[in-house]
Nanobody
Framework: QVELVESGGGLVQAGGSVRLSCVAT????????MGWFRQAPGKEREFLAA????????YYPDSVKGRFTISRDNLRNTVYLQMNSLKPEDTAVYFC????????????????WGQGTQVTVSS
C-alpha cells in the first residue's frame, strides 16, 4: 500500500509558475514509477507527465511538453511537477499517481492515487 499526498496548489496569475509536490508513504518509493494527471470540471482526466523509478526515463504528452517538468527525489520520497507559463485553461485538480510499471499512462493511470490539489489560474 502506498499513500500519496499532494501539495503546492493554489491561485496563480496567468503566466506564473507553480511547483506541486507529492509525498509518498508506505512501501518503498523506488518501487514505483510516478506521474501526474489533472482533471478540470466537466472534462476527462488528462495525463501530464511520468517518471520512472530511477528518474532516468521521463515522458510528457505533446500538450504540456516544454511547460511542465517532472522530477523526483528518492531520498525524500517526493515527486514534483514544475509548471511554467500557466494559462487559465490549466485550472484543474492535479493528482499524482504511482504504479510499479512505467507506462501506466496508457492504462489511464497508476494503481495508487493522491487526493489531489487544486490549481486555479486567473487571467
Amino acid at each position: 500500500q502506498v499513500e500519496l499526498v499532494e501539495s503546492g496548489g493554489g491561485l496563480v496569475q496567468a503566466g506564473g509558475s507553480v511547483r506541486l509536490s507529492c509525498v509518498a508513504t508506505g512501501r518503498s518509493f523506488t518501487a514505483f514509477a510516478m506521474g501526474w494527471f489533472r482533471q478540470a470540471p466537466g472534462k476527462e482526466r488528462e495525463f501530464l507527465a511520468a517518471i520512472s523509478r530511477s528518474g532516468g526515463s521521463i515522458y510528457y504528452p505533446d500538450s504540456v511538453k516544454g511547460r511542465f517538468t517532472i522530477s523526483r527525489d528518492n531520498l525524500r520520497n517526493t515527486v514534483y511537477l514544475q509548471m511554467n507559463s500557466l494559462k487559465p485553461e490549466d485550472t484543474a485538480v492535479y493528482f499524482c499517481t504511482a504504479d510499479q510499471t512505467y507506462g501506466f499512462w496508457s492504462r489511464g493511470g497508476g494503481q495508487y492515487w493522491g487526493q489531489g490539489t487544486q490549481v486555479t489560474v486567473s487571467s
